[in-house]
């Protein structure tokens, strides 16, 4: 069974740029978050879909982080304009919906920012 | 607010010695409770989980975790660690819903 998968693995900007990342998640799972993890810290969920609505988005800082999932299967994280306390590592995990609360995420790689 | 804490930030052991990685969350009501490992150079993977029954859950490559629910804690144990267990291992509660929120890792490192 394939991953997870996101790109790029790694991203080099300075402030004030634009930058959008890529997510495919594992084949038939109905639920999608990103995650942003600042180093010495554990994930932090930004935006939570289930298909192609937004469930909770109650941590993405509205102001500059959008992010969309139109089909319902691959999503895209932006960030405009990238301030530098936005370096991070950006993670995509997904899940199969299940109702309940015995649902497991599995995550991929994560993209590596680094705003300058 | 809800929150989860791992008591070590770095942990340094050598092979065949055991170890216990500490997790404690607050909050009194159901929780479900995750242990993920990142090892060098990959992505965060799924060492075990408890939702209910024996509290005494086993996961993968030798790692264990119990749950004491009037103490709060899911903490991992591994009777004899191996070089390969070198990893970053991040505890995770679900509050009763389906975010899970992470504790801020403990990096474990394995001495050959």
């Known amino acids: 069974e394939a991953g997870v998968a996101q790109s790029p693995r790694y991203k080099i900007i300075e402030k004030r740029q634009s930058v959008a990342f890529w997510c495919n998640p594992i084949?038939?799972?109905?639920?999608l978050y990103w995650y942003q993890q600042i180093l010495g810290q554990g994930p932090k969920l930004l935006i939570q879909f289930q298909n192609n609505g937004v469930v909770d988005d109650s941590q993405l800082p509205k102001d500059r982080f959008s992010a969309e999932r139109l089909k319902g299967v691959d999503s895209t994280l932006k960030i405009q304009p990238a301030k530098l306390e936005d370096s991070a590592v950006y993670l995509c995990?997904?899940?199969?919906?299940?109702?309940?609360?015995?649902?497991?995420?599995?995550f991929g790689p994560g993209t590596r920012l680094t705003v300058l | 607010a809800q929150s989860v804490s791992q008591h070590n930030h770095h942990v340094i052991l050598s092979e065949a010695a055991s170890l216990e990685l500490g997790c404690n969350y607050s909050?009194?009501?159901?929780?479900?409770l995750f242990w993920y490992v990142q090892y060098p150079g990959q992505h965060l993977q799924l060492l075990l989980k408890?939702?209910?029954?024996?509290?005494l859950v086993k996961g993968i490559k030798g790692f264990e975790a119990e749950f004491i629910k009037s103490k709060f804690s899911f903490n991992l144990r591994k009777p004899s660690v191996q070089w390969s267990d070198t990893a970053e291992y991040f505890c995770a509660v679900n509050f009763n819903d389906y975010k899970l929120s992470f504790g801020a890792g403990t990096t474990v490192t394995v001495r050959a």
């Open positions: 408890y939702f209910s029954g024996d509290p």
């Open positions: 995990a997904s899940s199969l919906g299940l109702a309940g609360d015995t649902d497991t995420q599995y």
């Open positions: 909050y009194g009501g159901t929780v479900n």
């Open positions: 084949s038939g799972h109905a639920t």
